[in-house]
């Protein structure tokens, strides 16, 4: 009422309404006689309150512009239709409808602003009725009822209404295609496309971008150089499209002259623009060309901020990623769903849980810890850097939860040999409804590997491929045949990977020879080898496990023959290598080596554990040092492996108490895992370890594997 007082003294030449006064004082009772003598006659009392009217819905103050339109005795068909619009926007579809049904006089726009609202609140059986009901339909009827069909995803009834159309303009043939290419009707879009008898630029910007979402970034591209020769000028939207899909392709010649057409054209201050040339130029590995682009004024939008983020991460750029991230706080730039998954990304890359505990606290400062997407990043964060306790927190406390979300924590819980948390979520995910996909099942036979769970695994496999033939895939039969090969069912896991329906690849030949290594099967494993020479001639792993076994087998003139024609061949085993991160740096560790500036307190600390050791009743194993050499001295190699220097390290740096976290590149070996258990009792610390394989947690003498890894 204040607003409509305020309008009133504005008015100084007006000084009646009808026959009534009105006087200048602030008086509620003059105002509310000036509205009872208001009518559709006099044209300017109805155009204020109008203007009224709509400032007060589009603030969404609905009792109030009811109450000036109550005051109106005759309102004509566009405040009706103000009102309707009004009442829907905010999910009030019952007045709105109880509105309409008062309507004096009704015209095609009523009926319009009537079935958008029905299909903006989703009652879409009632917007079908009114349109069935239209005494009159427009373009614009038809149209809105194509894209209320679309919007519910039932494409069959919006592509019967759409031939059923007595009249077609732009606007519904691009509504069409949009909806082609939204349910990834490729064909029949292009179909429609070569149909229409005029384009717009929205035509050609709505296939170029539909193109470009259904995985046809290059067709997208030709249909912008044709859209060219036409001489259609692009907007804004065409170039971000066509930025997008250059950069899918890396087509960084395309993608520069683009760029030089949104400078000819002034679209350079579009913050989506910008935001599309950053990613562009990201994905092509132009960093500093993105970081350019970025520089050229200071941007307000997270969008534009968020693209540099991902881009520095897409170009491992991790330390500038957080850096980015940073500096949008101090500036105020509000991160969002999109931000915080690129930040947490970064910090599972860095391998830093303090970054990314700190990218924690400021989803919770800002109330996103819940969200679907930034949760869901939480738990993997968590679930990669050795806490699979803090990332099944996290997801227990999301509100809504997507496929995947329970994905996330299925296999995070694999990763951590939590195979009876796995098959406990898995149940949960059943009973909420939730349908699970490929990625789930291969989660599932994950966690029932680490766990030696042979029956669970056998049935999840049996399931899939009876019940979902077309959704098994190359790594499902790898998870079975790693289940077989962990429990020693060597000839049954060769058996089935020779009958698997699609070709065997190194990595499925690979687990076989792997675990003949442990259960010393040398027929089986030379078999293995040579599928995997056939595949691949160079592949190092595969020398070096069947050296090994040869080794272990005391075979070593066999062993040696090997290791020759790795020479020859001049094959380079990768070397084992452990890492730490201490206040955000990354302490890497070869074994044997005394590079690192605390080399002397390290294998000083390394020799007080073997003391320790000792006085617990450890017994080096030396099968798992696979050199020719005396006992002394394969003792001493096994001491100086790179996990052990690495926990040294820990022990010396680290707060007493604290868990200790060391990653290695290879799978750890049998002597350090029995060590590691014994040394975590000694230092009364947990010591969490992630190898090649899965992560294993030491507490108290005991490690979460149960010994099966």
Known sequence: MSLCRANLRSLKSVRTFGSVSVSQSNSPISLTKSFKSVTHYD??????????????????????????????????????????????????????????????????????????????????????????????????????????????????????????????????????????????????????????????????????????????????????????????????????????????VLALQLGVQVHGQVVRLGYCFDEFISASLISFYANCQYIEDAWKVFNEKLHESVVVWTALLTGYGLNARHENALMVFGEMIKMGILPNQSTFCSALNSCCELEDLDKGK?????????????????????????????????????????????????????????????????????????????????????????????????????????????YKPNEVELRHYACMVDILCRLGKLEEAEKLVQNMPMKATANIWLALLSACRIYLNIQVAERAAKSIFDLESHRAAAYVLLSNLYASAGRWRDASRVRTKMRAERIVKQRGCSWITFKGIRHEFLSGDKSHPLSDKLYEKVDWLGGKLKESGYIPDHRFDLHDVEGEQKEEMLSYHSERLAIAFGLICTVDGTTITVMKNLRVCGDCHSAIKIIARIVGRE???????????????????????
């Open 43 to 248: 044209w300017r009392s109805t155009d204020s309150c109008k203007s009224l009217i709509f400032h007060h819905l589009k603030n969404k103050r609905l009792d109030e512009a009811r109450m000036i339109f109550d005051k109106i005795q005759m309102p004509g068909a566009h405040l009706y239709n103000m009102m309707i619009v009004g009442y829907a926007q905010n999910e009030r579809l019952d007045v709105a409808l109880s509105m309409f049904d008062e309507m004096p006089v009704r015209d095609c726009v009523s009926w319009n602003s009537m079935i958008k609202g029905c299909l903006d609140c989703g009652c879409l059986g009632i917007a079908r009725k009114l349109f069935n009901e239209m005494p009159e339909r427009s373009v614009v009827s038809w149209t809105t009822m194509v894209n209320g069909y679309l919007r519910f995803r039932q494409v069959e009834l919006a592509e019967a209404l759409f031939h059923e159309m007595p009249a077609r303009d732009i606007a519904a043939w691009n509504s069409m295609i949009h909806g082609y290419f939204s349910f990834d009707r490729v064909d029949d879009a292009m179909n429609l496309f070569e149909k229409m008898p005029r384009r717009n630029v929205i035509s050609w910007t709505s296939v170029i971008c539909g193109l470009d979402q259904c995985g046809k970034s290059e067709e997208a591209l030709i249909l912008f150089r044709k859209m060219m020769v036409s001489g259609v000028e692009p907007t804004s939207s065409t170039l971000s499209s066509v930025l997008t899909a250059s950069a899918n």
């Open 358 to 466: 700190g990218v924690h606290t400021t989803t919770i400062k800002l109330g996103l810890e819940n969200d679907v997407f930034v949760g869901n990043s939480l738990v993997v964060m968590y679930s990669e850097l050795g806490h699979i306790d803090l990332a099944a927190d996290i997801f227990k406390r999301l509100g809504h939860k997507n496929v995947v979300s329970w994905n996330s924590i299925i296999v995070g819980c694999a990763q951590h040999g939590c195979g009876k948390w796995a098959l406990i979520f898995f149940t949960q995910m059943i009973r909420a409804g939730v349908d699970p996909d490929e990625i789930t099942y291969t989660g599932l036979l994950s966690a029932c590997s680490h766990a030696g769970m042979l029956q669970k695994g056998r049935c999840f496999f049996e399931y899939v491929s009876r």
């Open 687 to 709: 010591i969490v370890l992630r190898d090649s394989s899965r992560f294993h947690h030491f507490r108290d003498g005991v490690c979460s594997c149960g010994d099966y890894w």
